[in-house]
């Protein structure tokens, strides 16, 4: 999936074949990056897991913006 076109994760759909059966036909974070490393969801369906992928980096760079305004914030000229 790309998120302004920037790679953030690699979706797949588990098949019949994964060995957990009420797995089957889900979707997988098989890879995450940037704001998703590491994070190995699974979802019901594409949707849920574009939504929480979309959510989870809204989050993760407002999060990331704010910090570094507090940053700037806190560096006060002699």
Partial sequence: MLVDGKLIAVLVRLSDEYPQSELHGQWFVEAGFGPI????????????AVAWIRQTVEFRTRWRADAEQATLGSRRPR
């Fill in 37 to 48: 490393f590491q994070k190995h969801e699974v979802f019901s369906t594409l949707e849920d």
